[in-house]
């Protein structure tokens, strides 16, 4: 004959009402950081093309509007050191509306170059 469990009915649909929301918080976290890794290789590949336009002579407007193609919302700064053009970028990243993460990137590329 088997024990009497009267006592623990229900125990299996609580215990999951409890753990639901902890493990549905985790995917959209885990969720919203491959996002923000994926802006972040985008960010990157901006400057980087960004420096190479502007190292063949392309105007400032021509390197801001790549980077800001690539990754809408970012704004780009551009600097040159003897041979060397760099770029950097920067733009902020929402995981879940309350997680706000700032993204940067820069890339230098040999100017004069064609």
Not at 54 to 64: F, Y
Not at 97 to 110: E, K, P, T, V
Request: glycine share 14%.
């Amino acid at each position: 004959m088997l024990p009497d469990r009267d006592g623990e009915r229900g125990s299996v649909a609580a215990e999951l009402a409890l753990a639901l929301p902890a493990v549905v918080l985790a995917l959209l976290l885990g969720a919203g950081a491959l996002g923000a890794a994926a802006r972040q290789v985008a960010l990157q590949d901006a400057t980087a093309d960004a420096a190479r336009l502007l190292g063949r002579g392309e105007d400032d407007g021509a390197a801001a509007h790549a980077v800001t193609a690539a990754v809408p919302g970012a704004g780009m700064t551009s600097s040159s050191s003897g041979d060397l053009v760099c770029v950097s970028a920067r733009t902020d990243y929402a995981i879940g509306g309350f997680i706000r993460l700032g993204l940067q990137a820069s890339s230098c590329a040999l100017g004069g170059g064609l």
